[in-house]
Structures are given as C-alpha cells and as structure tokens.
C-alpha cells in the first residue's frame, strides 16, 4: 500500500511546513510530483527515506526564504526561521550519505558528500547573519551560495537530478 506511508509522512512534516504557510504553497512542486511519478520499483523506502525528508524540508525553506528576501528588515523572524529550518536540514543530511555507486571509493563519497553539507551550512549561516544585520545584499549573495551548494550536491549525489532553482 503506497498511500498510507505518504500519508503519514506528509502529517509529520505538516509542523515544519506550517511556519512558511504564509509565504509559500504547501503543496510539493512540480519536480517533486514527477519525480514521485518516475520512480520506479524502491519508490517507498526512496521516498519516504530521512534524507529525502531532510531535502523537502530544505526546499519549503529556501522557496519561503526567496519570497521573504524581499523584505528582510519586515520579514527578519519568519526568515530566521526559514534559514534555520535549511540549516536544520543540512545538519541531519550531514548524517545520511546515500550509498557509494559502483566504481565510487565509499570513504571518499560519504566524506564529500558531508563536506558539500557543510559548505551549504556554511551558506546558510552567512544568511542568517545577513538577516540579523538587516543586510540584503549579503542575504541576496548568500541566497546564491545555498543555491551553488545545493546545485552542486545535486550533481555529484543526487542519482535522478531535479533542480528548479
Ligand atoms: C538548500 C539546499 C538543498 C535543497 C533545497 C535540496 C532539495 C532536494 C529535494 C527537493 C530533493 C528531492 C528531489 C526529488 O527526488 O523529488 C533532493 C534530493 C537529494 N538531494 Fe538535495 N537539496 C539541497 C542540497 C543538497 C546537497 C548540498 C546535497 C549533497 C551534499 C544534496 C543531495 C541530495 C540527494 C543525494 C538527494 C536524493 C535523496 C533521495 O531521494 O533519497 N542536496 N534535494
């Protein structure tokens, strides 16, 4: 039965997703619903896996960051929160390498993958320093450096790739 884990693990990040509400659609994205469709036979256990979760969790955050970029001054809590949830999700990423594939040397694969983690972090944390000092240009430059970290992860880690932005 496919329905019932997605049920189950689409009300356990209701909480998470609840605090950009005002800002942003909690529904999943385009390239979340295909890649849902594309899938093929591991679908469930892919799906529903930590890492998987830690991702959406970053991707509500960061759509919900670029709309409250607009405003960082009227916008500071909800964009801490917005960062915080990406730094969050990095964090627990860090945890989760997905398997070497064959050919890849599994130390080296698991130890870039947490270092590409912890440059996002890095990324992350100079938004967050950003909002506090009320500082849009360095929020707008370090909106790009979440998004090279996540594009570059992507690239090198993620098998079936999807990115938006
Ligand atoms: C803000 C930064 C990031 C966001 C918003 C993000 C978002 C996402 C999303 C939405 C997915 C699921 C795509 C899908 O299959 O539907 C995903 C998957 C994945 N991402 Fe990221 N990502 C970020 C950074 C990174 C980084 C830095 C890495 C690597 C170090 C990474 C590695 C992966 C991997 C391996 C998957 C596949 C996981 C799985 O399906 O089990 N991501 N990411």
Redesign the pocket.
Known sequence: MRSLPFLISALLAAPLLSSFAATSSPSPSG??RS??QDDDDDDEE??H?P??EA??Q??A??RAMRKLSRDPVGNKEALLRAVGA?EE??LT?YRLP?PAPEGENPEAWRIG?RR??L??LDAALAAELAVHEGDAEALAAAYKA??G??K???D?????E?DDD
């Open positions: 390239p979340i890649r849902v892919h799906e896996s890492l998987h991702m959406n970053m991707q955050a960061q990406i999700g990095a990423a997905p993958f590409q983690l440059q996002l979440i998004s970290a996540k570059e992860g992507h090198r880690y993620q098998e079936d999807d």
